[in-house]
Structures are given as structure tokens and as C-alpha cells.
């Protein structure tokens, strides 16, 4: 069972659009986090969220967890081709170990 | 520096022999994890030591051993490969188990060693 589930799977879309991906889990988290990951690289870490309802902004990204902490999105504004990526939640429930989503593979078209 | 380093990045193989992947990080973590991601970029935890103790064993093959000499390494071990292996292998750091439970902390990611057997 995969505890989050990232929409959409994949993503292309023009330079300078904006967009919005999603990060749903029917679990409750204590935090969340967004990864960036870039081919032939790891994942690097763009934000934690812990409170529900928080909103955190990071240039063009704006990130938002749920009121019920069991999801977040991911927005960004006039994308450029450096957003190109994949894009990964993370939530740590509890005591329990931080589990990864699905994945939203982001491509920004110059 | 390079905060997370593994090597090697990439690794071809045959099917039967035994391989290993080296991981070093010089920041001062307590903590080292190995993640397996597979061809559709899910990425699963594997293990995790926190000052050389293992404290996370997922459902992984007895084949697969990690070894922590001291806190700044953690090495990982394949015997007996086979084509299901085949994936990109990243090790990773965080301060301390706890700090990533409560999500105060973050896990700072190697480069990843892809893995291909033949």
C-alpha cells in the first residue's frame, strides 16, 4: 500500500505557465517535505511543512499542507526550465520512518 | 566537499557475482540511510544505522548487508546478484533519527550508484 500518492505522474508543460502538483496521503503526518530530484543526482530538500494549514514560499514555489496534514501541494509561478525535475513528498508519521511518494516528474519546455 | 559521496556511480555486473557500494558523509551526521529507487523513480528505504547501530531493516533480501565501520560511513553489500537488483542505490545523512521523525531535520542525499546486472 503506498501511503502517498503524488498527481500527476508526469507533467510537461510551456516556459513561463504555471502549475500545481499534489501530494495525497489518507494517513495523518506530523511533517512533510518536498524533494527535488535531478537526473544523475539525489533528491535535495526544498521544504518542510509541520503545521497544518502552513504555507511556505520559496521564490516561485509555494508550498501548502493540508489543514488535516494528510496532503500538500506544490505551486509554481511563470515555471522556467531550471524547474525541470522530479519531484518528491515525504511525510513522517509518529515514530514510524519518513516514507517517499510516488513521484511527479516535472518538464518544463523552453 | 561533497557532503554525501558514494561509489561507485555506476556498477555493471553479472548475474551471481558480489558487489559493493561505499558511502561516506563528512557532516557530522549521526545518522546513515540507504534508499533503493527503481525504474519508476519510487524511492523505498532499505536500512538505516545511527552511530553504527542498524535501526531500520525493511523486507530486504538476507543478501543485501550494510556494514558501519564509524558514524561518518556506511557501506552496502550485495551477494549473489540478481536482475531484480538492477536500480539506483542512494545513501543518505540526517543529524539524528529522532530530528526526522519530527521533521526538524532533513536527509541530505548522495549521488546514487546505479546499479546494472546483467
Known amino acids: 500500500t503506498q501511503l502517498l500518492e503524488q498527481s500527476p505522474q508526469f507533467l510537461s508543460i510551456q516556459e513561463g505557465e504555471n502549475l500545481t502538483v499534489y501530494c495525497n496521503s489518507s494517513?495523518?503526518?506530523?511533517?512533510l517535505q518536498w524533494y527535488r530530484q535531478e537526473p544523475g543526482e539525489g533528491p535535495v530538500l526544498l521544504v518542510t511543512?509541520?503545521?497544518?494549514?502552513e504555507v511556505k514560499k520559496l521564490k516561485r514555489l509555494t508550498f501548502q499542507f493540508g489543514d488535516a496534514r494528510k496532503d500538500s501541494s506544490l505551486h509554481i509561478t511563470a515555471a522556467q526550465t531550471g524547474d525541470t525535475g522530479l519531484y518528491l513528498c515525504a511525510g513522517a508519521r509518529g515514530n514510524e520512518k519518513l516514507t517517499f511518494g510516488t513521484g511527479t516528474r516535472l518538464t518544463i519546455i523552453p | 566537499d561533497t557532503a554525501v559521496s558514494q561509489t561507485p556511480k555506476y556498477l555493471v555486473t553479472q548475474m551471481g557475482n558480489d558487489k559493493s557500494i561505499k558511502c561516506e558523509q563528512n557532516?557530522?551526521?549521526?545518522?546513515m540511510y540507504w534508499y533503493k529507487q527503481d525504474s519508476k523513480k519510487f524511492l523505498k528505504i532499505m536500512f538505516s544505522?545511527?552511530?553504527?547501530?542498524?535501526?531500520i531493516n525493511e523486507t530486504v533480501p538476507n543478501r543485501f548487508s550494510p556494514k558501519s565501520p564509524d558514524k561518518a560511513h556506511l557501506n552496502l553489500h550485495i551477494n549473489s546478484l540478481e536482475l531484480g537488483d538492477s536500480a539506483v542505490y542512494f545513501c543518505a545523512s540526517s543529524q539524528d533519527f529522532d530530528r526526522v521523525r519530527s521533521g526538524a531535520n532533513v536527509l541530505t542525499f548522495g549521488a546514487g550508484s546505479r546499479l546494472t546486472v546483467l
Open positions: 494517513s495523518v503526518f506530523s511533517s
Open positions: 511543512v509541520v503545521t497544518g494549514g
Open positions: 557532516l557530522g551526521h549521526d545518522t
Open positions: 544505522y545511527n552511530n553504527k547501530e542498524l535501526i
